[in-house]
Structures are given as C-alpha cells and as structure tokens.
C-alpha cells in the first residue's frame, strides 16, 4: 500500500528529512509540468533538496534546459522534452501543473493552436487523466488574471472576477479559467484529489529576459543601459512577488489537506513608476552606492520614494556591480495595451490562515537578486554573440 501524502509529511517531519532504509524506495515521485521555466525550475530545486524523485515535462516553448541543468546527473532527476497537448503514461505520486506560456508576448503570436487555449484546455485535461488513472494528487498554478480588470480590491478568493471574453487577453485570463473549472470537475466527478494556486505577479532570477512582463523589462532595459518602459500613466498597480515565497506556497498548497483556491501573492502594492523607483533604489542601496543613488534620486521620476536607511559605500559589492547601475538611467512612456487591469493586490487571509503561509521577500530585497542574475546573462548574451 503506497503512502498516503499525509504518511509522508508526517514521516518527512518526524525523521527531520532522513529517510530510513526500508522506505528509501517509496520516495515521492512528482511530476512538474513547465518544469524548466521560471517558476517550475526554483519549484523542482525545493523538491530535489527535500529528497523527491522528479520528472519534468517540459517542450522548452519558454522554459531553458539550463534552468535545470545542474540536475541532470542525479538519478532521481528525469527530464521529458514533450508537449502535454499530447497524452503521456507514467506513474507518479502528485503532479505540478505549470505547463503554460505566461508572457503577454505569446497573446499575440498564435494564440489559438500552437500556444495558451490549446496548452490550457487539452493540457490540463491529459494531466488530470492522468493524475486519475495514477491516482497522484494534481496542483494546478492558475492566476490572478482569472479577476480580469477586477472591481474588487483587493481580490480575494470568492471574487469571481471581471474578464472581457473577447479581448486580446482572454485566450490566458478564459483559458485557465476554463483549467480550474476542468480541474474542480475532475475533483467532483472522478473524485481527484487536486489543489488550484491563483498566483499573482511574480519575478526574480531565471525569468526570461526578453518576456515583456514589466519586472523583467525594467531590470534588463536598466542593465542595458536603455530607458525603461512605462505604459499608460504608470499609475496602474500591481503586487510582485519573490519567487521563493511562491513555491513556499505552492509546496504548503500540495502537502495541505484544503483545495482552494487560494491566492499566492505578495500583498505589498506599487504603481509602475514606483516600481522603477523601487528597483534603481534597492539596487544602489544593495551595493552600497551612495554617490550614484543621490544623483538618481534628484530625477523627477524619484520624487517621493521613501529611502532606505543604509546606502553606505560596500567596497567588494561595489566591484562586482557598478556598472550594473546607470546613474543616467531615465524612463519612457509608451501607449499602454488594451484592457490592462488598472489594479492588481491579493488577499492573502485565507492562504495565511489555512496553510500557515505568507510571503516574506520584500521587493526591495528581491530585486538586486534578480538583477545580479540578469546582469551574468546579458553578459554571457554579449559575449556569445561576439564569439
Ligand atoms: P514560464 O514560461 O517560465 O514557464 C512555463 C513553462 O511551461 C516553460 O518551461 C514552457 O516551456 C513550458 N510549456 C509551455 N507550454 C507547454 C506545453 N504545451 N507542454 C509542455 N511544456 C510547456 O512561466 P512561469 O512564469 O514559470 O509560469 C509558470 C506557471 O505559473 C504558468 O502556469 C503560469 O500561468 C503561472 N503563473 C505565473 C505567474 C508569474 O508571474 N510568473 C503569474 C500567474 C500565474
Ligand atoms: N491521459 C493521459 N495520460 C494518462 C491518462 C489519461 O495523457 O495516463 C489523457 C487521455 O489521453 C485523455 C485525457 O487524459 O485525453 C483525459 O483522460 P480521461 O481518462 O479522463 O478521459 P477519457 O480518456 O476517458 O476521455
Ligand atoms: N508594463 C509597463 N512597462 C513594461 C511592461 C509592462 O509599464 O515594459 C505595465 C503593464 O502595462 C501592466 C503592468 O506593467 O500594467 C504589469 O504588466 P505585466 O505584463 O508584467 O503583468 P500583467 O499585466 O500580466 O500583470
């Protein structure tokens, strides 16, 4: 008789993440769909470092083998390069459903077959066959898009939202609402135990550096030494998230015993011309750069952020990241996209209460991270393209 998941947390706890012996062969097999992307990747660290054997499914649509390369050597790693639009047989214990182009780039190339309705509907239905047959426990990453331009704020979960059907975004925002309502069906029907994550914006190192989504744009235009692109009046609000403390979540949502869904978010809110101000700020704080966070803070776009109290000189930071900042950095207003939510901030009580989580990453602290890995991977671009 395998172990039930509550067996395992429990056994997991109890041994303080030793393993005895005689149960080394019933280590948790997860599956994690996506799992060499953004997200999926810092997911399939967290699992690998608890002991798991993992499968990544993955067609490399967005995700980069690099993103978990390190694990290729390990016997309890496997990587499948393969469409879930196509059905699969294996046989695991619980299943990560990440699987889906989340970049707003992707709305517009194809949006029907090749990519997000396709990839939501026929997909998240083979991996819940799936996790029917093997009877394995299925956790579906859905989003804070499901609110559309919401007319509650902040959203909580029994908010049903607010989505324009036919608009350009719709193909994300209708099709992973058509994935929760596939997955609560397989839940009432068939009887699979599954979980539904409404995630909101989330960023840090790994991302995709030519994405388009504003966290990724600000910090690669800035390392570029280009302007960064602020769309409409900047004023819109979203609430960003450090990757850690979403597969924290996503983790608690799987091992708990409660459905959801549940919002994983960071609470804290900002406008986009904050956001900028934000990131320029915690970067020369970061390394320690006083001279060049002065001369940025007098630009008119600064106006009003609240500074942080040390931004004394770190010599051996300072060496390593100078000439990630651009003391000339300036940003650029464009035309905003069409049907762009005009403010985005979860209510997390439910997550808080019923799996004990909440995120811990303030966004001043999570942006340098991201920009240290962006600045080695636009080097490494640079220098690729001149050898
Ligand atoms: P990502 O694009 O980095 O990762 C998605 C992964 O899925 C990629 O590795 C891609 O190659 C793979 N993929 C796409 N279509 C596939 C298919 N048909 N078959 C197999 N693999 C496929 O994006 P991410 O930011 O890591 O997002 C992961 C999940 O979280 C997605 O489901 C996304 O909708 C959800 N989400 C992310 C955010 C965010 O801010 N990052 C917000 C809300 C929801
Ligand atoms: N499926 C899969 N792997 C499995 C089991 C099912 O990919 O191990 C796919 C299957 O091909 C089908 C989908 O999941 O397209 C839904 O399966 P289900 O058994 O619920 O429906 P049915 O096959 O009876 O239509
Ligand atoms: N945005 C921006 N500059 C950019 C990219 C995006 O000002 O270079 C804005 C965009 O209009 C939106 C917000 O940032 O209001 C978040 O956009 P993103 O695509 O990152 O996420 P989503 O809209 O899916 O929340």
Known sequence: IPFS???????????????PIGIRQRRMRTLVTGGAGFVGSHLVDKLMARGDEVIVIDNFFTGRKENVLHHLDNPRFELIRHDVVQPIL??????????????????????IKTIISFTNVIGTLNMLGLAKRVKARFLITSTSEVYGDPLEHPQKESYWGHVNPIGVRSCYDEGKRMAETLTM???RNEGVEVRI???FNTYGPRMCLNDRRVVSNFV????????????????????????????????????????????????????????????M???????????????????????????????????????????????????????NTADDPQMRKPDISKAKALLNWEPKVPLRDGLPRMALDFRNR????????IT
Not at 5 to 19: E, F, M, N, W
Not at 221 to 229: D, F, G, I, N
Not at 282 to 291: A, D, E, M, V
Not at 320 to 335: G, L
């Open 220 to 279: 690669s235009q800035a390392l570029r030494k280009e302007p960064m692109t602020v769309y409409g009046d900047g004023k819109q609000t979203r609430s960003f998230q450090y990757v850690s403390d979403l597969v924290d979540g996503l983790m608690a949502l799987m091992g708990g015993e409660h459905i959801g869904p549940f919002n994983l978010g960071n609470p804290g809110e900002f406008t986009m011309l904050e956001l900028a101000r934000v990131y």
């Open 90 to 111: 294996l046989e695991v214990d619980q299943i990560y459903h990440l699987a889906c182009p989340a970049s707003p780039v992707h709305y517009k190339y194809n949006p």
């Open 378 to 385: 636009i080097l490494k671009e640079e220098q690729d393209s």
């Open 197 to 199: 994550a409404r995630i």
């Open 185 to 187: 069906d397989y839940y």
């Open 5 to 19: 998941h509550h067996d395992r947390a429990t056994l997991h706890h109890q041994t303080k993440g030793r393993v």
């Open 281 to 335: 700020y915690s970067l020369c704080n970061y390394i320690g750069h006083g001279p060049i966070l002065d001369r940025i803070m007098q630009k008119p776009w600064c106006t009003g952020v609240t500074l942080l109290s040390n931004t004394t000189e770190v010599p051996w930071r300072t060496k390593v990241v100078k000439d990630t900042i651009d003391s000339n950095v300036a940003v650029e207003f464009r035309e």
